[in-house]
């Protein structure tokens, strides 16, 4: 078949192997330092078997990124494997999706549901005599047994900084799609300011955001501790970082990679995967700011 | 063959490499099916090991051979190995290998990918199994680690044991893009959709469910870690959580799983059955809009395991009906199966007798399970030993004889030998009678109110445990005949045609047996 493209199957690859080790090393070290600590036990070796694994993690990543973009650049990738990164990308970002799904489930749960039973709504058997007295309210500041999770003197208002966070990420999903524009119109100058300026905006909202969990534990006493308020507040805003922050991370390496000449106007999916992936942080940041903030 | 990527990839088309680099480095599909085979067939004689010691227990009344702290871990590993380690691997080690072949693709769409997802099982069941030796021993709360069992009053090993569940949730969820890129992407040209054969649209279905549910599995397990190492309060109801909460977001995930195991069972009992009765499949199309249909319904049961928790009226008379609903396409499929058998010219190797078993086992689990989904009935099932019959007989004759089932179909075309039939059948029909001798006590003593998960009973259940105690050995040490038919076929044995079944139809029947390490490099035409 003379139109037929040549699936490319890479030869062996060492990079799934390291991989594997550094990731059962760090999660192992990652284990033992909580266990040992819980335990009042010495954390060191664990400390040092979590930065060891990391180690190995960030040389993998480096190496097999490399070894794709390498590839990618000697022309071996037909369109067929474009697609197959088009989908992964895609039921990756899903698969996210669902992994946020858990925790707004969580959060919705315990405001519909939980507060409200344990505060005497509706006839739920013996969960409304558990703590007598206890009024249902959310934000939840008085917890059920203040004895156990002493509960936060305040929690963060939407109108201050998560505002201007909401502005910036907003923003960030505009200018991110200005540079791709510019990417498929081979302007590479504006590619790299408008990226520049995604980038700037990211470490803006960082910046805000870690801010805003001082002023939280500092001021606020609204700590992971602080009962369920607290917990949800922070897993849904702390993973949402995590990953602001591993988008930022792919934004930049884009950046970088444009700098070098990497990239064509039309076959640049290393820097569209990084785009959608940015657009699915700003989407859940978006999520957050209606169901934890407003609301 | 003239384009650049031959030149880059002189080796690629050789054969393997030679040595453990081979295993350790491969992106050979093949290969990484064989591995993932391999894996979980140790796991099941690990988890299996597991059974016996709880079957060795409960042999009699009183205890006897181990303490009730190592009888929990027991029921706790055996379960959790079992799952993640035996029946969940088979499949993606049968997808690997078939996938491929049924779609006319040269590999998976991801194959760097596809050796990390396997590898990092190894990993996961390391650390999983490292618990036993650990202080406090291992987890003790059975596989579905409810809380406040699991977070307040765990062993240390739980942190342990939630990592073991976050590297085996990557593994799935990189393993199910994979699968789902690969049928998406990689099918050869005229292979519509609906041309797809069931194995394929089976996988690429239960590759959304893994997909869908897996981040739900490893929200829940994060939100244990919180609680046990960081002080949030998820499910304590002191701060404002409810261990309620936990049993919701575990089953959002559980209940996907449980057709995550049996759906390409359905696929490839489809592929079986039709071969060996000699005539097409019977209501192709309603088989495909079937296991959509089960899929769906899949998200909207979860409930059903959590009758007796003390959840609303309302959400009992929704979860239990929706739970009822499932049957309809469930018995679609097993009234096309029947179907496709009528006055088909049928013969009885051993797929075909793994298959015929399934249909009818599976269907017995399927109606224990309409006993169990009834609410106000459930309040007397709830927890007793009626639960534990259900569940294995949708995972004995379901999951593992659907598994069983595949390995003899297809073993010609892995090995290029005809695997020894007369011992084939001997294995099932002693697996056969084994686990019916095992499992089928066990929904009497259930309805007589034995409770799970007790290393101890009252004793009006001796007997009945006994039988079931015979069963359970009698179907475990039968699993080591068939690793020798499986060794004895790799070894040697009468060679395979391409096509040993005369019935059979696909394109992994168009490649030579043994087949060739490289196959479908250039794309056949589907018409």
Same mark, same amino acid.
């Given at each position: 078949?003379?139109?037929?493209?040549?699936?490319?199957?890479?030869?062996?690859?060492?990079?799934?192997?390291?991989?594997?080790?550094?990731?059962?090393?760090?999660?192992?070290?990652?284990?033992?330092?909580?266990?040992?600590?819980?335990?009042?036990?010495?954390?060191?070796? @664990?400390?040092?078997?979590?930065?060891?694994?990391?180690?190995?993690?960030?040389?993998?990543?480096?190496?097999? !990124?490399?070894?794709?973009?390498?590839?990618?650049?000697?022309?071996?990738?037909?369109?067929?494997?474009?697609?197959?990164?088009?989908?992964?990308?895609?039921?990756?970002?899903?698969?996210?999706?669902?992994?946020?799904?858990? !925790?707004?489930?969580?959060?919705?749960?315990?405001?519909?549901?939980?507060?409200?039973?344990?505060?005497?709504?509706?006839?739920?058997?013996?969960?409304?005599?558990?703590?007598?007295?206890?009024?249902?309210?959310?934000?939840?500041?008085?917890?059920?047994?203040?004895?156990?999770?002493?509960?936060?003197?305040?929690?963060?208002?939407?109108?201050?900084?998560?505002?201007?966070?909401?502005?910036?990420?907003?923003?960030?999903?505009?200018?991110?799609?200005?540079?791709?524009?510019?990417?498929?119109?081979?302007?590479?100058?504006?590619?790299?300011?408008?990226?520049?300026?995604?980038?700037?905006?990211?470490?803006?909202?960082?910046?805000?955001?870690?801010?805003?969990?001082?002023?939280?534990?500092?001021?606020?006493?609204?700590?992971?501790?602080?009962?369920?308020?607290?917990?949800?507040? #922070?897993?849904?805003?702390?993973?949402?970082?995590?990953?602001?922050?591993?988008?930022?991370?792919?934004?930049?390496?884009?950046?970088?990679?444009?700098?070098?000449?990497?990239?064509?106007?039309?076959?640049?999916?290393?820097?569209?995967?990084?785009?959608?992936?940015?657009?699915?942080?700003?989407?859940?940041?978006?999520?957050?700011?209606?169901?934890?903030?407003?609301? | 063959?003239?384009?650049?990527?031959? =030149?880059?990839?002189?080796?690629?088309?050789?054969?393997?490499?030679?040595?453990?680099?081979?295993?350790?480095?491969?992106?050979?599909?093949?290969?990484?099916?064989?591995?993932?085979?391999? %894996?979980?067939?140790?796991? %099941?004689?690990?988890?299996?090991?597991?059974?016996?010691?709880?079957?060795?227990?409960?042999?009699?009344?009183?205890?006897?051979?181990?303490?009730?702290?190592?009888?929990?871990?027991?029921?706790?590993?055996?379960?959790?190995?079992?799952? #993640?380690?035996?029946?969940?691997?088979?499949?993606?080690?049968?997808?690997?290998?078939?996938?491929?072949?049924?779609?006319?693709?040269?590999?998976?769409?991801?194959?760097?990918?596809?050796?990390?997802?396997?590898?990092?099982?190894?990993?996961?069941?390391?650390?999983?199994?490292?618990?036993?030796?650990?202080?406090?021993?291992?987890?003790?709360?059975?596989?579905?680690?409810?809380?406040?069992?699991?977070? =307040?009053?765990?062993?240390?090993?739980?942190?342990?044991?939630?990592?073991?569940?976050?590297?085996?949730?990557?593994?799935?969820?990189?393993?199910?893009?994979?699968?789902?890129?690969?049928?998406?992407?990689?099918?050869?040209?005229?292979?519509?959709?609906?041309?797809?054969?069931?194995?394929?649209?089976?996988?690429?279905?239960?590759?959304?469910?893994?997909?869908?549910?897996?981040?739900?599995?490893?929200?829940?397990?994060?939100?244990?870690?919180?609680?046990?190492?960081?002080?949030?309060?998820?499910?304590?109801?002191?701060?404002?959580?409810?261990?309620?909460?936990?049993?919701?977001?575990?089953?959002? %995930?559980?209940?996907?799983?449980?057709?995550?195991?049996?759906?390409?069972?359905?696929?490839?009992?489809?592929?079986?059955?039709?071969? !060996?009765?000699?005539?097409?499949?019977?209501?192709?199309?309603?088989?495909?809009?079937?296991?959509?249909?089960?899929?769906?319904?899949?998200?909207?049961?979860?409930?059903?395991?959590?009758?007796?928790?003390?959840?609303?009226?309302?959400?009992?008379?929704?979860?239990?009906?929706? =739970?009822?609903?499932?049957?309809?396409?469930?018995?679609?499929?097993?009234?096309?199966?029947?179907?496709?058998?009528?006055?088909?010219?049928?013969?009885?190797?051993?797929?075909?007798?793994?298959?015929?078993?399934?249909?009818?086992?599976?269907?017995?689990?399927?109606? @224990?399970?309409?006993?169990?989904?009834?609410?106000?009935?459930?309040?007397?099932?709830?927890?007793?030993?009626?639960?534990?019959?259900?569940?294995?007989?949708?995972?004995?004759?379901?999951?593992?004889?659907?598994?069983?089932?595949?390995?003899?179909?297809?073993?010609?075309?892995?090995?290029?030998?005809?695997?020894?039939?007369?011992?084939?059948?001997?294995? #099932?029909?002693? @697996?056969?009678?084994?686990?019916?001798?095992? %499992?089928?006590?066990?929904?009497?003593?259930?309805?007589?109110?034995?409770?799970?998960?007790?290393?101890?009973?009252?004793?009006?259940?001796?007997?009945?445990?006994?039988?079931?105690?015979?069963?359970?050995?009698? #179907?475990?040490?039968?699993?080591?005949?068939?690793?020798?038919?499986?060794?004895?076929?790799?070894?040697?044995?009468?060679?395979?045609?391409?096509?040993?079944?005369?019935?059979?139809?696909?394109?992994?029947? =168009?490649?030579?047996?043994?087949?060739?390490?490289?196959?479908?490099?250039?794309?056949?035409?589907?018409?």
């Amino acid at each position: 078949m003379a139109d037929h493209q040549t699936y490319y199957v890479p030869e062996q690859s060492k990079w799934p192997i390291v991989a594997t080790v550094g990731l059962g090393v760090t999660l192992y070290g990652a284990a033992s330092i909580m266990v040992n600590g819980n335990q009042g036990e010495s954390t060191g070796g @664990s400390w040092f078997m979590f930065w060891i694994g990391a180690l190995i993690m960030a040389y993998m990543l480096f190496g097999w !990124f490399g070894s794709v973009i390498r590839e990618s650049r000697a022309g071996l990738y037909s369109d067929q494997m474009d697609r197959s990164f088009r989908w992964g990308m895609s039921w990756f970002i899903f698969s996210e999706v669902m992994f946020f799904a858990a !925790f707004f489930g969580a959060l919705f749960y315990v405001r519909v549901f939980v507060v409200p039973w344990i505060g005497g709504e509706g006839d739920k058997g013996s969960t409304n005599m558990l703590w007598e007295g206890f009024q249902a309210s959310w934000p939840l500041i008085n917890n059920p047994d203040p004895q156990v999770y002493q509960g936060p003197k305040e929690v963060i208002g939407p109108w201050g900084l998560p505002l201007i966070n909401t502005i910036l990420l907003v923003t960030s999903s505009f200018t991110v799609t200005i540079a791709h524009h510019a990417l498929k119109a081979g302007n590479r100058a504006k590619v790299k300011l408008w990226l520049a300026a995604t980038i700037a905006l990211a470490v803006v909202f960082m910046f805000v955001q870690g801010y805003e969990y001082a002023h939280a534990y500092g001021d606020l006493d609204l700590t992971l501790q602080s009962g369920i308020y607290g917990s949800t507040f #922070f897993m849904l805003t702390g993973f949402h970082g995590a990953h602001v922050m591993l988008g930022t991370l792919m934004l930049f390496i884009m950046l970088v990679r444009i700098i070098k000449g990497h990239f064509t106007e039309d076959n640049h999916f290393g820097f569209e995967a990084a785009a959608w992936y940015w657009h699915f942080v700003d989407v859940v940041w978006l999520g957050l700011f209606v169901f934890v903030y407003v609301i | 063959m003239s384009s650049v990527a031959d =030149t880059h990839s002189q080796e690629h088309h050789h054969g393997p490499a030679k040595g453990i680099s081979r295993w350790l480095l491969t992106t050979n599909h093949k290969d990484i099916g064989s591995m993932y085979l391999i %894996f979980s067939f140790a796991m %099941f004689l690990l988890g299996g090991s597991m059974a016996m010691v709880i079957r060795a227990e409960l042999f009699q009344p009183g205890l006897q051979i181990v303490q009730p702290e190592f009888f929990n871990q027991m029921t706790t590993m055996h379960g959790l190995i079992m799952v #993640f380690g035996a029946v969940m691997p088979a499949f993606v080690g049968l997808a690997n290998w078939m996938l491929p072949l049924m779609i006319g693709a040269p590999d998976m769409a991801l194959p760097r990918m596809n050796n990390w997802s396997f590898w990092l099982l190894p990993c996961a069941f390391l650390i999983l199994v490292s618990t036993l030796f650990m202080e406090g021993g291992a987890p003790n709360f059975g596989w579905t680690f409810y809380a406040p069992l699991s977070t =307040t009053y765990g062993p240390p090993s739980t942190t342990f044991f939630i990592f073991a569940i976050h590297i085996m949730g990557v593994s799935s969820i990189m393993g199910a893009i994979n699968v789902i890129a690969t049928i998406l992407n990689m099918r050869a040209p005229g292979m519509k959709m609906m041309k797809m054969p069931l194995f394929v649209w089976t996988w690429l279905i239960t590759a959304f469910l893994l997909i869908a549910v897996m981040p739900v599995l490893a929200g829940a397990v994060t939100m244990m870690l919180m609680d046990i190492n960081f002080g949030t309060s998820f499910f304590d109801a002191s701060g404002g959580g409810d261990p309620v909460l936990f049993q919701h977001v575990f089953w959002f %995930f559980g209940h996907p799983e449980v057709y995550i195991m049996i759906l390409p069972a359905f696929g490839a009992i489809s592929h079986i059955v039709p071969a !060996f009765s000699r005539k097409p499949l019977f209501g192709y199309a309603s088989m495909v809009y079937a296991v959509g249909a089960i899929a769906l319904l899949s998200f909207l049961v979860w409930a059903h395991h959590m009758f007796t928790v003390g959840i609303p009226l309302a959400g009992q008379l929704f979860f239990m009906y929706a =739970t009822l609903l499932i049957a309809v396409p469930t018995g679609v499929k097993v009234f096309n199966w029947v179907t496709t058998m009528f006055r088909g010219s049928l013969s009885f190797e051993a797929p075909m007798l793994f298959a015929v078993a399934f249909i009818i086992l599976f269907t017995i689990g399927g109606f @224990s399970g309409l006993m169990l989904a009834i609410a106000p009935a459930d309040f007397q099932y709830h927890d007793t030993y009626f639960v534990v019959a259900h569940f294995h007989y949708v995972l004995v004759p379901g999951a593992i004889f659907g598994i069983f089932a595949s390995a003899y179909f297809w073993l010609p075309k892995w090995t290029g030998h005809m695997y020894d039939e007369t011992l084939a059948k001997t294995h #099932f029909w002693l @697996s056969f009678i084994g686990m019916n001798l095992a %499992f089928f006590p066990m929904h009497f003593l259930g309805l007589a109110g034995m409770p799970r998960r007790i290393p101890d009973y009252a004793l009006q259940f001796s007997d009945f445990n006994m039988v079931s105690s015979i069963g359970a050995f009698m #179907f475990g040490v039968t699993q080591l005949l068939f690793l020798f038919i499986v060794v004895k076929c790799v070894r040697g044995g009468e060679k395979a045609a391409a096509k040993p079944w005369d019935g059979a139809e696909g394109l992994e029947w =168009t490649v030579p047996s043994p087949a060739p390490y490289h196959t479908f490099s250039t794309p056949p035409e589907v018409k």
